[in-house]
């Protein structure tokens, strides 16, 4: 009974955990051809072409992310960081987006860029605190946008995206992100630019989740809901909306 039942653990076993390594071995030759040129060979963000760049690619050995769907301090969702992948992060950097490359392939490069960081193999997607979508989107009406224009002053959004929403504050030229890298605001009026996205719900996740690694500020806890609907009102209407109208 016993040598069977150990046969059967190990048949059960083995195949599971040759499939893993199977993963990050084919993880680790698409991110040499395709990822390693920026976030370099060892994954320190200090490829051959970073020193030209001026955002400086992740550094994955920091487990640090910008677009997530989890609380300051936690790490990223592996759905976060995949659909990063495929989408890119806007036209103000270099990192492409890999919509052309296999769900198989992002599914294998994302586990072994998981890999340089144990705190991933540590902590269950399930155990991340998660900060929710909001399940409606409100009206805008000209009483939120006036009210978001007021929250933008007394917030002081206006010290590092500057009054004309340019990124021309007086804070600016001093921005550093999570490794010291020189980093600056985006003009606000150029939607195509914007590492999370442009929609209103794109917008709202931003503001209350922040930009971690970076100096934007996450305002959840902070101020409550109907305010950060009402500052994404004012950008909306100030500035995205008519970018999003501009010839690029
Ligand atoms: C041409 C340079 C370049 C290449 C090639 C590149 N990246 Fe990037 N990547 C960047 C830059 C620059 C950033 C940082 C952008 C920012 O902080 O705004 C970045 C950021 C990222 C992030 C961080 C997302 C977040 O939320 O912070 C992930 C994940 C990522 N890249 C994955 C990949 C993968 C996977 C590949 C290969 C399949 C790859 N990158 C190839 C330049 C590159
Ligand atoms: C201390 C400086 C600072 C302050 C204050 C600040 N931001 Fe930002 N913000 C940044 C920086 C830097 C970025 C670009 C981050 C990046 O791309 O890594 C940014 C990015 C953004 C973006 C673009 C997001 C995207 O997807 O690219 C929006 C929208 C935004 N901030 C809104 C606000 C609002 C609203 C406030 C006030 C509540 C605010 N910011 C306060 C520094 C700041």
Redesign the pocket.
């Known amino acids: 009974m016993k040598p069977l039942l150990l046969a059967l653990l190990l048949s059960l076993l083995f195949p599971l955990q040759a499939g893993q390594e199977n993963l990050l071995e084919r993880g680790r030759r698409?991110?040499l051809d395709?990822?390693a040129?920026?976030?370099g060979i060892s994954g320190r963000?200090d490829?051959l072409?970073?020193a030209n760049?001026f955002?400086?690619?992740?550094d994955?050995t920091l487990g640090?992310?910008?677009?997530?769907s989890t609380a300051d301090g936690e790490l990223?969702l592996h759905e976060?960081?995949y659909t990063?992948?495929g989408f890119g992060?806007?036209q103000?950097?270099?990192?492409?987006a890999?919509a052309a490359?296999s769900s198989g392939d992002?599914q294998a490069?994302?586990a072994y860029?998981k890999s340089l960081y144990p705190r991933f193999a540590e902590e269950a997607d399930a155990a991340l605190k998660i900060i929710p979508l909001p399940l409606i989107e409100p009206l805008i009406t000209s009483e939120t946008i006036r009210r978001g224009q007021k929250l933008y002053d007394d917030l002081e959004c206006w010290k590092c995206h500057g009054y004309d929403g340019s990124g021309n504050g007086p804070s600016s030229a001093a921005l550093v992100?999570g490794k010291g890298n020189k980093i600056s605001p985006p003009d606000l009026s150029k939607p195509w630019l914007f590492?999370r996205g442009s929609s209103r719900m794109d917008l709202y996740q931003t503001i209350n989740i922040g930009i971690?690694?970076?100096a934007m500020p996450s305002l959840n806890d902070i101020i409550a809901d109907e305010m950060i609907w009402d500052l994404v009102d004012f950008l909306y209407h100030e500035f995205v909306h008519i970018g999003e109208l501009a010839p690029r």
């Not at 955002?55 to 992740?58: D, I």
């Not at 103000?92 to 492409?96: E, G, H, K, T």
């Open positions: 698409i991110y395709s990822c040129s920026c976030h963000g490829g072409v970073a760049l955002v400086k690619p992740r994955f640090r992310y910008k677009i997530k990223p976060d960081l990063t992948i992060m806007g103000r950097n270099s990192m492409p890999w490359m992002r490069v994302l860029i992100d590492i971690a690694g970076s």
